[in-house]
């Protein structure tokens, strides 16, 4: 079992920054990647950014060049630096992790809300 503890979310203005992080615990040795994602009342569930364990990066059209995901030692933590928010980024940020074990299993973590005001 993987576990995913979010932190960071909260209210900014309009052109803010907001830095999330996501502490990882447990089977860590079995993560090969991990991600965040948001989600509006009503709408899917959507990718905002992830890393692998080889460092590749991947971020959705809606943040790139404005996002930053990081990770840290082991899969230990990973890091949302979201900068020139806006109201569109208003969501609940979702920590993710896929795990490798004979299959890939999903964790998410319990979200937080992040609210951009114009």
């Known amino acids: 079992q993987v576990q995913l503890v979010e932190s960071g979310g909260g209210l900014v203005n309009y052109g803010g920054s907001l830095r999330l992080s996501c502490a990882a615990s447990g089977r860590l040795s079995e993560i090969v990647a991990m991600g965040w994602y948001r989600q509006v009342p009503g709408q899917e569930r959507e990718l905002v950014a992830s890393?692998?364990?080889?460092?590749?990066?991947h971020y959705s059209e809606a943040v790139k060049g404005r996002f930053i995901i990081t990770r840290g030692n082991a899969w230990s933590t990973v890091d949302l630096q979201m900068n020139s928010l806006e109201p569109e980024d208003t969501a609940v940020y979702y920590c993710?992790?896929?795990?490798?074990?004979?299959?890939?299993?999903?964790?998410w973590g319990q979200g937080t809300q992040v609210t951009v005001s114009s």
């Open positions: 890393i692998r364990e080889t460092g590749d990066t």
């Open positions: 993710h992790a896929d795990a490798w074990r004979s299959d890939y299993v999903a964790y």
